[in-house]
């Protein structure tokens, strides 16, 4: 699993941003033919791989959901082609609609590309056509209100596609903008800038609203210092407070604490600046982003690494030649530093964010070249995710558990989905290794596993077989790596939660009592350590199964969602320790089960994925237990029934794995929840797509183990471990 050039200068410099007039064909090179090298990663920095099959200047990258890359546009063709990540190879990806350079890729919500804009040769477009990369077909989609290129485009969290600014074809800056919507496959005309912008940047703030800053006002007119922001529920500009320097060609990143680094850009027509800034969405207010970039540069690349940094690529300083230098930001120590020089300088060129953590960048305009169809990988020191030693045992439908001396327990689980297992190992962090302890007393999965506040580890019910339901218990004493009885549940129990109650005892609710469907239990019972035994509680209001249980910071329990006997459920309840009794709380806003819970330090608790009326959801919700009420959030990036998920040191959560329903199967890639910003970020891609899996966050370094699992070809003995951003 865990494997882990010949024009002149100002037309050069300006090439992205202004049509010359001519086909980059009257001036094509031959392909560059440089064979692939090693494949294999390097510790740290660039490795090369192979060659696209043509040469692009301008084009687009997009990362798919399948975690290719899709490159378009940037030469005289339609022929698009996909980066295959696993095994380093560019393969067809079938013909766009219109050939396109300085066009904008945006994915969208429902997995497709949409296109828009551009040029080529003496034509501008005003088309803009959608990529399926189920069926590797594009297919023309409505049309914009006038010829665009160079303009930019902006995922909205309403899923919503604002494009605004850029140029005409005559080299005068545009001030409209348009929303595009996904579902009708229509353009609708948004409010126009406050002021004509080409060679600008787009940044999608925290609350939604799009930061709009610098360009030019024509194709040689003035630089812009000037920001203004767009309010999606208004559709209304407002200024925001100048830069401290004018940019145009720069980039705009949005960072992990929610603010936007601006870096870089031209500042006349042959000067690049080694200055860049921060802006701070909560007070409107520019700050200096730390020391200056190694080099001046526009033009360039940035990308937002998995580490929270951001990685600038390429561009030009001004002159010639390009450059091939790179740069990383530190926003944790507002710093910027050289890092490995790329194998060619590259001007026009992609770069696009990997799964596995790298980058990957590819073609543009190289020294005396005009383009390019080289691409290499940069390697970051530290990757999202790394193996770690193997358990012995393949295992699914486990309980891992982080005991209070830091080791972590994996116990019991399936190997076939039928019987159950009883083995039991600790993982060690310090030494990256699994041991054998000892074996439950009874084979479980499907059980529970609760760390008591005497540092013993409470496993509870779940099923012997495919028809068996246990209702014993028992007690592993890490001091003695041994497992000892306890008191029996009343009656046999599988698929329930365990919450451990603020004084000490534990709250099992719900699950199933036998492969019946009427076998759902509403009963719930109290685990109390000092005396080993089970009471029983209040049942719930309702008979549940695959619902979550989450402990609030007044001592309750939310229940939520989940399996009933009379269908999904959209309900949730509270159980309160003092009064005994559930009552009812706030509904989500649709069924859902076999989601994931997890409390967040504000004390509300944020729901994901899950399987809904549709099947596998993306959606997310909060609930606020001030209120009683749920909001919904930024949905996720990927449907997920079945979900992992932890909170991170930073507030944030992470989430992986789980099944994407219909078609799309397993999921390997990973996602994580920012709270500050409500927009959920690439976590990277686990090297084997899986559900059921065991996840926990360590103690100490804050790094979160994955175990085990059920994956494509079966059951999983592999783990991994995930190092998330500061």
Request: charged fraction near 10%; glycine fraction near 14%; proline fraction near 4%.
């Amino acid at each position: 699993m865990f494997e882990l050039r010949g024009l002149g200068r100002q037309a050069a410099l300006w090439m992205t941003l202004v049509f010359v007039g001519c086909s980059h064909e009257d001036f094509a090179d031959a392909l560059n033919e440089t064979p692939a090298q090693s494949q294999g990663l390097a510790s740290t920095g660039w490795v090369s791989t192979p060659n696209m099959s043509t040469q692009r200047l301008d084009h687009t990258a997009t990362v798919l959901p399948n975690g290719r890359v899709l490159v378009a546009g940037g030469q005289s063709s339609t022929l698009a082609e996909q980066y295959d990540v696993a095994t380093a190879r560019w393969l067809s990806a079938g013909q766009m609609v219109a050939m396109r350079r300085r066009h904008t890729a945006t994915l969208l919500p429902n997995g497709k590309v949409l296109l828009v804009g551009g040029d080529f040769s003496a034509a501008t477009t005003g088309t803009a056509e959608l990529y399926d990369a189920a069926t590797g077909a594009s297919s023309a989609t409505g049309s914009l209100d006038s010829l665009r290129s160079g303009h930019t485009a902006t995922l909205l969290l309403n899923g919503q596609v604002l494009v605004l600014g850029g140029e005409d074809g005559t080299g005068s800056a545009l001030r409209t903008a348009r929303l595009y919507n996904a579902d009708t496959g229509t353009w609708t005309p948004a409010h126009s800038m406050v002021t004509q912008r080409m060679g600008h940047a787009a940044a999608l703030l925290p609350d939604g609203k799009v930061l709009v800053t610098g360009g030019r006002s024509s194709a040689w007119g003035s630089v812009l210092r000037t920001a203004e922001v767009y309010d999606p529920a208004t559709g209304l500009w407002t200024p925001a407070a100048p830069m401290a320097a004018p940019r145009a060609g720069h980039t705009a990143t949005a960072l992990l604490n929610g603010k936007v680094l601006v870096a870089g850009g031209l500042v006349d027509d042959i000067s690049a600046t080694r200055s860049s800034e921060l802006f701070d969405a909560a007070s409107g207010a520019w700050a200096s982003a730390g020391n200056l970039m190694p080099t001046g540069r526009a033009q360039h690349t940035a990308t937002l690494l998995h580490s929270g940094e951001v990685l600038v690529t390429g561009g030009t300083d001004g002159g010639e030649p390009y450059l091939r230098s790179a740069a990383l930001y530190d926003p944790v120590n507002a710093l910027w530093s050289n890092t490995f020089t790329m194998g060619t300088s590259r001007l026009g060129h992609i770069a696009a964010l990997l799964g596995s953590g790298e980058v990957l960048v590819a073609g543009g305009s190289p020294d005396g070249v005009l383009r390019t169809a080289t691409s290499e990988r940069f390697v970051p020191s530290v990757l999202p995710w790394r193996a770690t030693a193997s358990m012995a045992s393949s295992r699914y439908q486990h309980s891992l558990t982080v005991l209070p001396a830091g080791e972590v327990l994996a116990a019991g689980g399936s190997a076939n989905g039928s019987t159950a297992l009883s083995g039991a190992e600790l993982y060690s962090e310090a030494t990256g290794t699994w041991r054998q302890t000892g074996s439950m007393l009874n084979e479980r999965f499907f059980h529970t596993a609760t760390v008591l506040p005497d540092g013993k580890v409470l496993a509870a019910g779940g099923q012997s077989h495919s028809s068996g339901y246990l209702t014993t218990a028992e007690l592993y004493d890490a001091a003695t790596g041994s497992w000892s009885t306890t008191g029996p549940l009343a009656g046999p129990r599988a698929r329930h939660t365990a919450t451990l109650m603020p004084n000490g005892q534990v709250l099992v609710a719900g699950g199933r009592m036998s492969s019946s469907f009427s076998g759902m239990l509403a009963t719930a019972e109290l685990y109390d350590a000092a005396t080993g035994t089970w009471t029983a509680a209040s049942p719930m209001s309702r008979r549940r199964q695959y619902h979550t249980a989450t402990v609030l910071p007044s001592g309750k329990v939310l229940v939520v969602g989940g399996n009933t006997p009379e269908g999904d459920t959209a309900t949730a309840e509270v159980y309160s320790l003092s009064t005994g009794q559930w009552t009812s709380t706030g509904s989500l806003s649709g069924t859902r089960y076999g989601h994931s819970a997890v409390a967040l330090p504000s004390g509300k608790v944020l729901v994901s994925g899950g399987w809904g009326a549709r099947g596998a959801l993306a959606t997310a919700e909060l609930y606020d237990p001030a209120t009683g009420t749920w909001t919904s959030v930024a949905s996720m990036q990927h449907p997920r029934y079945g979900p992992l998920s932890t909170l991170l040191p930073s507030g944030r959560v992470l989430v992986l794995g789980g099944d994407g329903g219909g078609s799309v199967g397993l999921l390997a890639s990973a996602e994580v929840f920012d709270v500050a910003s409500g927009q959920w970020l690439s976590a990277g891609t686990l090297p084997s797509a899986l559900t059921s899996a065991g996840v926990v966050t360590l103690n100490g370094s804050g790094r979160v183990l994955v175990a085990g699992g059920l994956g494509t070809s079966g059951t999983l003995s592999a783990a991994g471990l995930y190092s998330p951003a500061p």
